[in-house]
């Protein structure tokens, strides 16, 4: 029989303390982020380039960011480097898990998006005087960055979810480990963690449409 | 003044370029006529070091093009080119396309620039279209941007590869009508091209290419009008 009673009242009490924790789940997310596209950006040109060792490190980076689990690489990074005496803090760990994991999976949407960029726009660029840098800076990554930004997107909600993952290395102030310390004072799982994934459909739906109206503004082409 | 010596140009095993010396003096326009595979194009990437070349020697005012201590992006500034596929820069406006060089390369300042942008964009006749994006351009108006991109940069020479093929018949006039008035005001012109009678009409010479060489080059009423080399007169005729 079913015979649960729902405690809702207590899992609302506790809402403040998870939207604090939502923030920090947002943070780490968009910092992730950002550093993300920074790296991809080097590791798509590496991978452009013709320096073999570079091209080997890159395509070395996104073969390992896509092909282990996100956990597994969060969990290196804390407890691996802790047990070669390097010690970091577990917010560190999980940003740098899911900077790595951003970075190699954002690799790949821009090396397809480059693609879609006709060749000829460097060409051009360079017949103007302008440096491979420049035109690059100027004309190649900024229309890159529109054939991409879907899949950014997309990757921006992963890796809200994945921040999640930070728990497992003890991180208790994002929305996961807020979560995770009420349900172990309560035992009232269901309420906290349903409670939880509705916040976390919020975020991801909110980036979507933030995405959707930035899109308007950037893309005026 | 341009001077081509002796070029050999390869793409692998291909050999497209095969041997072609050509100079055009300051103030100068020369047209190249020829069929496709004859290697015209191929050359005029090789004028401003944007392809290769495997044998010979390109230089520019005396500035030896292939050579690896040549600033390219220095040289690149004084040879303008506009190619076939207009290559408008499609995430800025009109304005944006022509200023953008002049203020990155040139490093002249936003005001300097966008008066500069202005006036090439109003002597082209895209004056009312500062603020558009290329691709609502024809096809005829993208290529008069882009020729006022080219020029924005001051340039001393300007190369057109094909200005007018990739343009619907009826956007072929306005274009040739900006190059006339270009070659008009002493420009020193390289053009390859497939309009014989613009040719014709604003050359002081013109070569004829085929198989990757100088095939027969001179006065443009004496190439195109009566030409020495048969197979000069055949190429005329099947273009005609």
């Keep these: 029989m079913f015979d649960y009673t729902f405690q809702w009242r207590s899992a609302l009490r506790a809402l403040p303390d998870m939207l604090q924790g939502a923030l920090v789940t947002f943070e780490t997310a968009a910092l992730s982020m950002i550093f993300g596209v920074l790296i991809a950006l080097a590791l798509t040109l590496m991978r452009e380039g013709t320096q073999p060792v570079l091209r080997g490190f890159a395509n070395g980076w996104v073969s390992i960011a896509r092909n282990t689990p996100s956990l597994f690489q969060i969990y290196i990074l804390y407890f691996g480097l802790g047990s070669l005496g390097l010690h970091v803090s577990s917010w560190i760990a999980l940003l740098a898990g899911i900077t790595f994991n951003n970075a190699g999976y954002l690799a790949e949407n821009f090396r397809g998006g480059l693609k879609a960029v006709p060749t000829t726009q460097m060409r051009a660029a360079r017949s103007l005087g302008m440096s491979a840098f420049q035109a690059y800076r100027m004309i190649i990554i900024p229309q890159l960055l529109r054939v991409v930004f879907y899949p950014l997107t997309n990757q921006m909600v992963w890796a809200v979810l994945m921040t999640s993952l930070g728990v497992i290395v003890g991180l208790n102030n994002d929305l996961t480990g807020v979560t995770q310390d009420y349900n172990v004072k309560t035992f009232r799982t269901f309420e906290y963690f349903a409670l939880a994934a509705g916040l976390y459909y919020l975020i991801a739906k909110a980036i979507v449409g933030l995405a959707r109206l930035m899109a308007w503004r950037l893309f005026r082409y | ?240």
């Design chain 2, 1 to 240: 003044m341009i001077e081509i010596q002796n070029v050999h140009k390869s793409f692998g095993d291909l050999e497209v370029v095969k041997g072609v010396s050509l100079t055009v003096e300051k103030g100068e326009v020369v047209s190249i006529i020829g069929g496709s595979g004859s290697g015209k194009s191929t050359l005029l990437m090789c004028i401003n070091g944007l392809e290769p070349i495997q044998k010979g020697s390109i230089r520019v005012d005396g500035v030896e093009v292939h050579d690896k201590a040549t600033d390219l992006n220095r040289l690149r500034q004084r040879i303008g080119i506009v190619f076939q596929q207009w290559n408008a820069f499609p995430h800025l406006t009109v304005l944006e396309n022509v200023m953008l060089a002049p203020r990155k390369v040139l490093g002249k300042s936003k005001q300097e620039a966008e008066a500069l942008a202005v006036q090439q964009l109003t002597h082209v006749g895209l004056g009312d279209k500062l603020k558009t994006f290329p691709g609502k351009l024809s096809g005829g108006q993208q290529q008069r941007m882009a020729i006022a991109r080219a020029l924005a940069m001051s340039p001393d020479y300007m190369l057109f590869d094909e200005a007018t093929s990739a343009l619907d018949p009826q956007l072929v006039g306005e274009v040739l009508d900006t190059m006339r008035m270009l070659a008009e005001d002493g420009m020193t012109m390289v053009l390859v091209t497939h309009e014989i009678r613009f040719a014709r009409d604003v050359s002081d010479r013109v070569a004829f290419f085929r198989n990757g060489l100088v095939h027969e080059i001179g006065a443009p009423d004496q190439v195109i009008g009566n030409p020495l080399q048969p197979e000069t007169a055949a190429f005329l005729k099947s273009v005609k």
